[in-house]
Nanobody
C-alpha cells in the first residue's frame, strides 16, 4: 500500500548534474517530513537533506551544502533532489524517507559519479 519509488539515478561525470525523484503513494504525503539519505559501499547510511511538510524549512549535510537542493511538490506527491557539481565521493545509493509517526523508506537509486 505505502510506496516510495526513487528514480533518476545513473552515471554522470564529475561536475555534472542529476535530479532524483521520489514518488509517494498510499499515505498523506503532505503530512510527512521528507528526506534523502545515501549509502556508499562499505559506509554507513547518512542523511543528505531534509524538507519540512510545507517545504519552507530545509537542512543539508555539510558535504552537499551549496550543491544539492531538496524540494517537494505536495500536489504531485513527489520529493526531488537536485544534485549539481557532482563529485566522485557522491557515488552512493540514494534513498528517500517519509517521516511522521512511522517511517517509510524507498528501495533506492544508484548514483555513480565517474569519468
Amino acid at each position: 500500500q505505502v510506496q516510495l519509488v526513487e528514480s533518476g539515478g545513473g552515471l554522470v561525470q564529475p561536475g555534472g548534474s542529476l535530479r532524483l525523484s521520489c514518488a509517494a503513494s498510499g499515505f498523506t504525503f503532505s503530512r510527512y517530513t521528507m528526506s534523502w539519505y545515501r549509502q556508499a559501499p562499505g559506509k554507513e547510511r547518512e542523511l543528505v537533506a531534509v524538507i519540512a511538510t510545507a517545504g519552507g524549512i530545509t537542512n543539508y549535510a555539510d558535504s552537499v551544502k551549496g550543491r544539492f537542493t531538496i524540494s517537494r511538490d505536495n500536489a504531485k506527491n513527489t520529493v526531488y533532489l537536485q544534485m549539481n557539481a557532482l563529485k566522485p565521493e557522491d557515488t552512493a545509493v540514494y534513498y528517500c524517507k517519509a517521516r511522521s509517526g512511522m517511517d517509510y523508506w524507498g528501495k533506492g537509486t544508484l548514483v555513480t559519479v565517474s569519468s
